[in-house]
């Protein structure tokens, strides 16, 4: 059995996902099977592991810097956003229900069960288990119940590093703070703190490192300096989302309100010749754009309102009448269709609604939801690429005679009869660099060349040899427990 060691935040957003992949990739050079595990995630972007489930797309990263496979057990509990106040809940990688938050709380106590039949599962198979928290522990008005922070510390026995955020201001008072707010119990399980995202010289904090020191009694694990290469790396929350400009090549992604797997933009953005442009509510679809791509949607009928509540569904005609591309991926590809059909009230009240009618396809949602990482062929040249699916809901009609991708004997896939508009089921198309690379010129672009995986693993390599200069993992490989 291995030992296990738990990072949470003293807020949202410190950096809890990037420390962990970081810590991962430097323990397992260190020669070290390690595996990442969050009891609980709240993320509309999922990843697809071997055995069918669905975790936290964070997860997948730090599974890919441990260099281990994805398992629904890393990621027990992910929480889907479905609306403002219910989420979908994935239960060890599959759909258990959808609740409102007054409802999960009452939900939460009988999941701790399977968040830690899984944890003892992934620390059986391990010399190392990092753990990841959710938000704060010093939320301590949801403590009773809890199983993201010091509940699931509790439950099981696990020491706690508390991970500050130094850029945003206040860090001194995020982290004492939190010591003052808990309750005994839980201080006394935190055993160190390291300051994260310090830009400057890392010295000039040493006093304030000594009065922290001096308050909690925690050990000081270091001042970690800004990682300027972590935009390189999948971002984990659509908050991390952001423009990118510089490439003639213009993407617009409207950024829709349940926007889920955005992830198929992660190797674009890395492209200097691509410009990324994500459109917020308020604002038009750009008229330059030489494409447009509808992400995925947690609820496409809800989505699909909110587009044309932005005007964008005007804007997408006339970037069709100026003879401009589009590509809809999952819920971007419902929404292209002529009618979206949901009688049994999958996404909520009963309802049947007219799509954007670009593509003449019809979608039927389902309750059963098709999760699956498959290997495709582009129709168009033979190039096979990998990705997954992730959708509830079953798409029929004439423009799927045109499927532009073949999945083993199956045809996926629709488009209209000159081409320019697509949509699929298939995420992930673009991590392909020769699909990636045919895709664009095909579209009039000379895309850059470069590997896609690779850059993402000498990434984590950099990353994991800047914690290593600036954490003291010695110190916490011998507090593990």
């Known amino acids: ?86 989420s979908q809940v994935i239960l060890q990688g599959k759909r258990l229900t959808t609740v409102q938050a007054r409802e999960y709380a009452r939900l939460k106590p009988k999941l701790l069960n399977a968040v830690m039949d899984s944890f003892e599962r992934v ?93 909690t009694g925690w050990h000081g694990l270091g001042v970690i300096p800004w990682f300027q290469a972590a935009n390189t790396l999948p971002a984990e929350d659509v908050m991390d989302l952001g423009s990118k400009h510089g490439g003639a090549f213009k993407i617009a992604v409207p950024c829709l309100s349940r926007i889920a797997n955005f992830d198929d933009l992660d190797p674009l953005k890395l492209d200097p010749k691509i410009s990324i442009e994500l459109v917020k509510a308020g604002q038009a679809l750009p008229g330059d754009a030489d ?45 292209l269709g002529r009618e979206i059909i949901d009688m049994d009230g999958v996404e909520g009240p009963p309802a049947r609604v007219a799509g954007l009618g670009h593509l003449d396809v019809q979608t039927r949602m389902q309750a059963d939801k098709h999760t699956a990482n498959v290997t495709a062929e582009y129709l168009r040249n033979g190039i096979m690429l990998q990705g997954y699916e992730i959708h509830m809901g079953h798409t029929t009609g004439p423009d799927r005679g045109r499927g532009w991708l073949a999945i083993g004997a199956r045809r996926e896939g629709a488009q209209s009869a000159d081409g320019k508009i697509r949509g699929c089921y298939v995420h992930g198309l673009f991590s392909s660099d020769k699909f990636r690379e045919v895709f664009l010129s095909e579209l009039g672009h000379d895309a850059s060349s470069f590997d896609y995986s690779k850059t993402i693993n000498d990434t984590l390599d950099q990353l994991a040899k800047h914690l290593e200069t600036h954490m003291d993992l010695d110190l916490i490989l011998r507090l593990a427990k």
Not at 184 to 191: A, G, L, M, Y
Request: net charge neutral; glycine share 12%; with cysteine.
């Open 123 to 215: 620390k059986n198979s391990c010399d190392l288990v990092i753990v990841e928290g959710a938000g704060s522990p010093a939320e301590v008005n949801l403590r009773a119940g809890d199983i993201a922070n010091m509940g699931f510390a509790e439950a099981a026995n696990v020491p706690v590093l508390l991970a500050g955020d130094i850029d945003r201001g206040g860090v001194i008072a995020q982290i004492v703070g939190t010591y003052a707010v808990l309750p005994k119990p839980d201080r006394d399980r935190i055993k160190g703190f390291v300051i994260n995202k310090f830009r400057g010289d890392p010295t000039l904090f040493d006093d304030g490192l000594s009065f922290i020191v001096e308050h």
């Open 291 to 335: 494409l447009i791509l509808i992400p995925g949607s947690k609820s496409t009928i809800a989505d699909l309102a909110f587009f044309r509540a932005q005007g964008w569904d005007i804007d997408l005609k006339a970037h069709i009448r100026r003879g401009g591309h589009v590509l809809g991926i999952c819920g971007g590809y419902q929404m």
């Open 1 to 86: 059995m291995g030992k296990s060691i738990m990072i949470q935040g003293s807020g949202s957003n410190v950096g809890k996902s990037l420390l962990v992949a970081g810590m991962c990739r430097a323990f397992w050079h260190r020669g070290l099977m390690v595996k990442p595990f969050k009891p609980q995630n709240m993320s509309n972007n999922a990843a697809v592991t071997e055995d069918g489930g669905e975790i936290g797309r964070a997860q997948a990263l730090q599974a890919m810097a441990a260099n281990i496979a994805l398992h629904s057990d890393l990621n027990p509990v992910l929480l889907k956003p479905e609306s403002d106040i219910g």
